[in-house]
C-alpha cells in the first residue's frame, strides 16, 4: 500500500510563490497518472493539474500560465510549482495517484493566500 505526503503548503502573500511536494512511500512508477486537485470548504474537490504517463499534462484553465506539475519517478515525488499566487488559489491542496487498481490520495496541505 503507498502512501502519500504532501507538503510546502503555508502562507503566502499575493503575488507570491509556494512548491508543493509529493511524496510517496514507494514507487510512483505504477501510478499512470499523477495530479494535484484543492478544495475550500464547502465546495467540491476540484482538479488542479495532472501528468500521466508520458509527461502529457493537463491544467485547470484557472492555473494555466501559472502552475507547473511535475513527476520524478526517481526520487518517487510528485511537485507543483505555483507562482503568482492569488487570494483565490486558497484551499487545501491534495495529491492524488492512480493504478490500474487503485486510486491513492494524499492528507491534504494548506495553501493560504492573504496580505
Known amino acids: 500500500q503507498v502512501q502519500l505526503v504532501e507538503s510546502g503548503g503555508g502562507l503566502v502573500q499575493p503575488g507570491g510563490s509556494l512548491r508543493l511536494s509529493c511524496a510517496a512511500s514507494g514507487s510512483i512508477f505504477s501510478f499512470y497518472v499523477m495530479g494535484w486537485y484543492r478544495q475550500v470548504p464547502g465546495k467540491q474537490r476540484e482538479l488542479v493539474a495532472i501528468?500521466?504517463?508520458?509527461?502529457?499534462?493537463t491544467y485547470a484553465d484557472y492555473v494555466k500560465g501559472r502552475f507547473t506539475i511535475s513527476r520524478d519517478n526517481a526520487k518517487n515525488t510528485m511537485y507543483l510549482q505555483m507562482n503568482s499566487l492569488k487570494p483565490e488559489d486558497t484551499a487545501v491542496y491534495y495529491c492524488?495517484?492512480?493504478?490500474?487498481?487503485?486510486?491513492?490520495w494524499g492528507q491534504g496541505t494548506q495553501v493560504t493566500v492573504s496580505s
Open positions: 492524488n495517484g492512480r493504478t490500474a487498481v487503485d486510486v491513492y
Open positions: 501528468i500521466a504517463s508520458g509527461s502529457i499534462i
